[in-house]
């Protein structure tokens, strides 16, 4: 099918010329055949590089209303923002900031990008701008299956196709082993394919030799180390190299060692990282970069990770050793991708990856227009190769399953449902949830006992009233729900909070440790040696931690987890550099930048519900909230 074609403006048109594309996917097509351009309801579950953002983008630009791009996570949707800007004609906005916040201007947009918890709360806030959405398109929907964030995914989906029957859903994902199902829960048009721009051969990596599906062997020097030898063979064959290990530690030290012999090219990212970096890890990356080799984790700062990034594309970089973030969604193709390490290391021990994760970066291998063909290799190591290919090669990915029936997430989506007056009753509640996708795969039925559970607990803290039956949001609960914290951080902050306000001295310690102590906030890990030492301090520094140390209640060790997190983001407070942090705390600057963006917005949040709390001393802790946040978000921005 040819562009022109398409029902599409004449600057639309020649933008996506200029792109390189002329001529539709084959995928592409039998979206358009399938109605995507006509308001019609999609799931498109194709390969990585086929061509899922432009189907995305032709549902969105033939909507005749303001679209809404979903993503999870805030760097995709800062990259996907980058590409939807340059669109001629389209005014495009991005929400991934305060939960709380209604974002006004955002209903001057044609296009939104957001994140699925950012819509989460524009619809708890009754924004304007998601109301008017005409079309919404969900990048990587296989994250229905996530933990933490697949919940509120489903919700969202549920709540708009509750609000606005005639809303078009475009589902997108490389990885769904259950796509069917997907599409048959939003009665949409499922288009599966496995077509792609690039050949991908796939491939075990066993004692010297690459064992390809095909039947094709290819033999790699077994006198080396076989990661070594893998991404040597590509680099020397005109290609680059993706390369997935289980920990920071791992991608850095194979960055190393890689790098002594090293793929020097004269580039100017060196330079970039090496005049930022503040850190042994950034020193560490400018020194491997200056060899053509980079590693990539969460721990770096983003502005080191985009550079990486930007230098492969550039085809400066010729090898990432990477964790598998990487594989969430940013736009990194390579030649070769080597997936070392099947295993990671979980609280149960060595744990095997999942299939959805492993076919995720395996989907990285081969560049459209770049590379002849793509590699994907999983060393077998002391694993049987045949296991590794009847787990990971002959295997479809795990189906998604709905996670909303977590306590932790259907406490926090039932009181949404209330207070914002979406329900007033159990019988409304129930019909919301008839529209969710686990009422799809399991009925609702199942969830009658962990929904009256859930009513239950936020009836005991105070969040929910039955008033004649019915289901009501307490003045706690509605702000609760509108600050966008947990229930259960929202009791355990306002206790806090009474707490604080009886101390003789408020310090930022005191702030900082009651909205890490939640669970909405991730906090470090506390090893052995660290716990004795944490300890002491708690003990000699009672009187300013709103905790009551002397007469603890609960998992103490589990606790000094927060004191330490609050501990770091007090030494930011007090302008500790990133070395610094470093050192005392084994953080990298993205975590540090993780952990100050969440505890600014829990504070945010505390602050609101400290507006709750009566006492003589609310007037000291609100003061103290708020300077502590300045601090955190001046250092942030």
């Known amino acids: 099918m040819e562009i022109d074609a398409l029902p599409l403006d004449s600057s639309l048109l020649e933008h996506f010329r200029e792109q390189g594309i002329d001529e539709l996917y084959p995928p592409q097509a039998a979206a358009v055949e399938a109605g995507v351009a006509e308001g019609e309801d999609l799931v498109l579950a194709v390969p990585t590089a086929s061509g899922k953002t432009f189907v995305g983008q032709l549902a969105m630009l033939t909507a005749g209303s303001p679209a809404l791009y979903v993503v999870p996570l805030r760097a995709l949707a800062t990259e996907k923002y980058e590409t939807f800007v340059d669109l001629p004609g389209v005014s495009v906005g991005i929400a991934t900031g305060d939960y709380d916040a209604t974002d006004a201007d955002l209903a001057d947009n044609d296009v939104v990008v957001a994140t699925s918890e950012k819509v989460d709360a524009a619809l708890r806030n009754d924004a304007a701008w998601v109301e008017r959405v005409g079309c919404v398109v969900v990048d990587e929907i296989h994250l229905l299956d996530a933990e933490e964030r697949g919940p509120t995914l489903e919700m969202v989906l549920a709540t708009l196709r509750r609000r606005s029957p005639e809303v078009q859903i475009v589902g997108l994902s490389a990885t769904v082993g259950n796509a069917a199902e997907v599409a048959d829960w939003l009665g949409a048009t499922l288009v599966a394919d496995d077509w792609r721009p690039v050949e991908l051969r796939r491939g075990i990596y066993d004692d010297g030799t690459i064992a390809f599906e095909d039947g094709a062997p290819r033999r790699v020097s077994a006198d080396d180390d076989p990661t070594d030898a893998l991404v040597r063979d590509a680099v020397d064959d005109g290609g680059q190299c ?27 990212v060196t330079e970039e990282i090496r005049e930022t970096a503040r850190t042994g890890a950034g020193m560490e990356l400018a020194k491997v970069v200056a060899r053509g080799v980079a590693f990539h984790h969460a721990g770096l700062r983003t502005d080191h990770r985009l550079a990486v990034e930007a230098a492969f594309r550039d085809r400066e970089v010729k090898v990432i050793c990477a964790t598998p973030t990487l594989a969430a969604g940013v736009n990194v193709p390579a030649r070769r991708v080597i997936v070392r390490d099947l295993r990671r ?15 995720q970066m395996m989907g990285r291998a081969g560049r459209p227009g770049l590379d002849p063909y793509g590699e994907a290799v999983l060393v077998a190591g002391r694993d049987d190769p045949d296991d590794v290919r009847a787990r990971y090669l002959d295997a479809d990915p795990e189906p998604v399953r709905s996670k909303l029936a977590s306590p932790g997430a259907l406490r926090t989506h039932v009181l949404a449902s209330v207070a914002s007056d979406e329900v007033d009753s159990r019988a409304d509640l129930r019909d919301v949830l008839e529209e969710t996708f686990y009422a799809h795969q399991h009925g609702v039925d199942d969830l009658r006992a962990d929904v009256d559970d859930a009513v239950a607990y936020l009836e005991s803290v105070g969040l929910l009233a039955s008033p004649d039956d019915g289901l009501q949001a307490t003045d706690l609960g509605a702000l609760v729900s509108r600050v966008y914290v947990d229930p ?4 355990d902050v306002v206790a806090a909070l009474e707490r604080a306000a009886d101390l003789e001295r408020v310090a930022p310690l005191t702030v900082l440790e009651i909205v890490c102590d939640t669970p909405d906030l991730r906090t470090e890990y506390v090893r052995d040696d660290e716990a004795g030492d944490l300890s002491e301090f708690a003990m000699r520094n009672a009187d300013r931690i709103a905790k009551p140390v002397a007469d603890f209640e609960g998992d103490f060790h589990d606790w000094l987890s927060a004191l330490k997190t609050a501990l770091l983001l007090r030494d930011v407070v007090e302008g500790a550099s990133e070395d610094d942090l470093a050192e005392r705390y084994g953080v990298g600057p993205g975590d540090v930048t993780r952990l100050v963006e969440r505890a600014a917005w829990l504070l945010g949040a505390t602050d609101a519900l400290a507006g ?9 802790v609100r003061r103290v909230i708020r300077s502590v946040r300045e601090e955190l978000v001046a250092w942030a921005g």
């Open 612 to 620: 709750h709390v009566d006492g003589d001393g609310m007037t000291e």
């Open 488 to 491: 259960t951080t929202g009791t």
């Open 242 to 268: 993706l390369v997935f290990v289980r920990s920071r530690r791992e991608a850095r030290d194979l960055a190393a060692d890689l790098a002594e012999t090293g793929f020097a090219f004269p580039g100017e």
């Open 345 to 359: 290391y979980t609280d149960g021990g060595p744990t095997l990856l999942p299939r959805l994760e492993v076919h």
